[in-house]
């Protein structure tokens, strides 16, 4: 008997000395993909961490998309092709692929959140006639506040429409692509800038044009650039102080793409100057942000190398560059804003992460609303995040009158199956006895039944001193759940949301 006791613990021994083994050969592996990802992705953008995806989106979808980046040919059914140019070889791949595969999830944790209160909070629906033989591709709404108007362009029926009265809908210009940006004219603008992205597609082929426009009924759009790839915000810009409108440009692109500055010359010929030329540029903020005097520039890019970045004047004609906040490359960036959300007078950083059309189409449980506190010296700290899949765009401003900043979301990927109310949301600021805590109160205004928005814009468009809601609706595929059918209207092109605040008299 003592004979055996002392194999049984021998073969014990032997079986945990062979697992420590294991064990400790899949850490090393582990530890020799992770460098290997380190070396070869994050010198392009953020690391992301394997938990971000599932297991089967590493591996079906990013992973291949990166192996391309690398000069590995890729063939069906995840057989990849090492050929002279790779830049890496076919073992140290296997072990990264290893790495990513080894601990990324089987699924992406989708634990439920407060839900959002179900009313109508300050607005009520306003909608223009549909027409019930087209299929809304809606892709531009802007309210201008001078002319209680709203304008719209889509992708089917290239041109700029204003609609007076919601329903008194008439052509301001036909355009060679679909407008996606405009900007109304103001004191130091007399004309309208349009851009137009070019087209849906994501190659770099896809060219945009930009244009001016002037009151003049009679006028045609001026062309000021047409050989940028994908821009997608044109504002102006004297950024050198020489009395010509220059004008800034964000171009998402798609390998390639940038930040520009389109500058006037003396003969009023535009140039193209590159601030940073990276695609993903998706939206910027023009204003003084260190007080000397100069127009300074802070930049979301959404595409890759995913972040905010601030470009200071450096009064000699360039920018010097410094990175504000920077964010994984499957966040899928989708917009930002400046306000001061806390209240400190200090400006916050309001953004959204819920861009969901590349190689990670999955719902994920860090897209939504972020607020990033202003601290001073141009640093920020996370304050605030509240989760909504797909989340496109946030907009801030004091809907209810009360002295403080509130928020409206879209969500053009939203979980269409099991919270379509999250297509748009409205963040009402809730005081807060604690002046360290920032509050807010969600309110799912009914109606996900009425669009599928990917544009908002907010202003006062019936003048009555509080901003109204405009949302344009796009219904042309780009449905990521498998089987899914529109459940909403697909005719309509957009919906105003008024706002029934009385100013002085918060509800």
């Given at each position: 008997?003592?004979?055996?006791?002392?194999?049984f613990?021998?073969?014990?021994?032997?079986?945990?000395?062979?697992?420590s083994?294991?064990?400790t050969?899949?850490?090393?592996?582990?530890?020799?993909?992770?460098a290997l990802?380190?070396?070869?992705c994050?010198?392009?953008h953020l690391?992301?961490?394997?938990?971000?995806?599932?297991?089967?989106t590493?591996?079906?979808?990013?992973?291949?998309?990166?192996?391309?980046?690398l000069?590995?040919?890729v063939?069906?059914?995840?057989?990849y092709?090492?050929?002279?140019?790779?830049?890496?070889?076919?073992?140290d791949?296997?072990?990264?692929?290893?790495?990513?595969?080894?601990?990324?999830p089987?699924?992406?944790?989708?634990s439920?959140k407060?839900?959002?209160?179900d009313?109508?909070?300050?607005?009520?629906i306003?909608?223009?006639?549909?027409?019930?033989?087209?299929?809304s591709?809606?892709?531009?709404?802007?309210?201008d506040?001078a002319?209680?108007?709203?304008?719209?362009?889509?992708l089917e029926?290239?041109?700029?429409?204003?609609?007076?009265?919601?329903?008194h809908?008439?052509?301001?210009?036909?355009?060679p692509?679909?407008?996606?940006?405009?900007?109304?004219?103001?004191?130091?603008?007399?004309?309208?800038?349009?851009?137009?992205?070019?087209g849906?597609?994501?190659?770099?082929?896809?060219?945009?044009?930009?244009?001016?426009l002037?009151?003049?009924?009679?006028?045609?759009?001026?062309?000021?650039?047409d050989?940028?790839?994908?821009?997608?915000?044109?504002?102006?810009?004297?950024?050198?102080k020489?009395g010509?409108?220059?004008?800034?440009v964000?171009?998402?692109?798609?390998?390639?793409?940038?930040?520009?500055?389109?500058?006037?010359?003396?003969?009023?010929?535009?140039?193209?100057?590159?601030?940073?030329?990276?695609?993903?540029?998706?939206?910027?903020?023009i204003?003084?942000?260190?007080?000397?005097?100069w127009?300074?520039?802070m930049?979301?890019?959404?595409?890759?190398?995913e972040?905010?970045?601030?470009?200071?004047?450096?009064?000699?004609?360039?920018f010097?560059?410094?990175?504000?906040?920077?964010?994984?490359?499957?966040?899928?960036?989708?917009s930002?804003?400046f306000?001061?959300?806390?209240?400190?007078?200090?400006?916050?950083?309001?953004?959204?992460?819920?861009?969901n059309?590349?190689?990670?189409?999955?719902?994920?449980?860090?897209?939504?609303?972020y607020i990033?506190?202003?601290?001073g010296n141009?640093e920020f700290g996370?304050?605030?995040?509240?989760p909504?899949?797909?989340?496109m765009?946030?907009?801030?401003?004091?809907?209810?009158k009360?002295?403080?900043v509130?928020?409206?979301t879209?969500?053009?990927?939203?979980?269409?199956?099991?919270?379509?109310?999250?297509?748009?949301?409205?963040?009402?600021?809730a005081?807060?006895?604690?002046?360290?805590?920032l509050?807010f109160?969600?309110h799912?205004v009914?109606?996900?039944?009425?669009?599928?928005?990917?544009?908002?814009?907010?202003q006062?468009?019936?003048?009555?001193?509080d901003p109204d809601?405009v949302?344009?609706n796009?219904?042309?595929?780009?449905?990521n759940?498998?089987?899914?059918?529109?459940?909403?209207?697909?005719h309509?092109?957009?919906?105003?949301l008024?706002?029934?605040?009385i100013?002085?008299?918060?509800?």
């Amino acid at each position: 008997m003592k004979s055996k006791s002392i194999l049984f613990l021998l073969l014990v021994a032997i079986s945990t000395w062979v697992g420590s083994c294991k064990q400790t050969a899949r850490t090393e592996a582990v530890l020799a993909g992770k460098a290997l990802a380190a070396k070869h992705c994050s010198g392009c953008h953020l690391l992301p961490d394997p938990t971000l995806l599932d297991k089967a989106t590493w591996k079906n979808g990013v992973l291949p998309a990166m192996a391309e980046q690398l000069g590995i040919e890729v063939l069906e059914g995840n057989i990849y092709l090492h050929q002279k140019q790779s830049a890496i070889s076919s073992t140290d791949w296997n072990r990264l692929v290893a790495y990513y595969e080894t601990l990324a999830p089987e699924m992406l944790d989708d634990s439920e959140k407060n839900a959002p209160v179900d009313d109508w909070a300050l607005f009520s629906i306003k909608k223009p006639k549909a027409d019930s033989l087209i299929i809304s591709s809606t892709l531009l709404v802007g309210i201008d506040s001078a002319k209680s108007s709203i304008y719209t362009s889509d992708l089917e029926d290239p041109g700029i429409y204003r609609f007076d009265n919601l329903n008194h809908k008439q052509l301001v210009t036909r355009l060679p692509s679909s407008a996606i940006d405009i900007c109304f004219p103001s004191a130091k603008q007399p004309q309208t800038i349009i851009t137009c992205m070019g087209g849906m597609r994501a190659l770099d082929v896809t060219k945009g044009q930009i244009f001016t426009l002037t009151n003049d009924s009679n006028a045609k759009p001026k062309v000021i650039s047409d050989d940028l790839t994908r821009p997608i915000k044109t504002q102006p810009i004297d950024f050198n102080k020489d009395g010509l409108m220059d004008y800034l440009v964000c171009a998402f692109g798609h390998n390639l793409g940038g930040l520009y500055i389109l500058k006037q010359t003396n003969n009023h010929i535009f140039e193209k100057v590159a601030i940073r030329e990276v695609p993903g540029a998706t939206d910027s903020i023009i204003r003084d942000f260190n007080s000397d005097g100069w127009p300074d520039v802070m930049t979301l890019f959404a595409h890759g190398d995913e972040g905010i970045w601030l470009f200071l004047n450096n009064k000699m004609g360039g920018f010097a560059t410094k990175n504000v906040l920077r964010f994984p490359s499957v966040y899928g960036s989708s917009s930002f804003q400046f306000a001061d959300v806390t209240n400190d007078g200090r400006p916050d950083i309001v953004y959204t992460a819920g861009d969901n059309s590349d190689f990670s189409r999955i719902l994920k449980p860090y897209h939504g609303l972020y607020i990033f506190e202003g601290k001073g010296n141009f640093e920020f700290g996370q304050k605030y995040f509240y989760p909504i899949h797909g989340c496109m765009k946030a907009l801030a401003a004091d809907f209810d009158k009360d002295g403080d900043v509130d928020i409206a979301t879209i969500a053009f990927f939203a979980d269409f199956e099991k919270r379509p109310k999250e297509t748009f949301l409205y963040f009402e600021q809730a005081k807060s006895a604690e002046q360290s805590k920032l509050g807010f109160k969600p309110h799912a205004v009914p109606i996900y039944k009425d669009g599928r928005w990917i544009c908002m814009n907010v202003q006062d468009y019936d003048g009555d001193g509080d901003p109204d809601i405009v949302l344009g609706n796009y219904s042309k595929g780009f449905l990521n759940q498998e089987n899914l059918k529109p459940t909403w209207d697909v005719h309509m092109p957009f919906v105003l949301l008024e706002n029934k605040t009385i100013p002085g008299k918060p509800l």
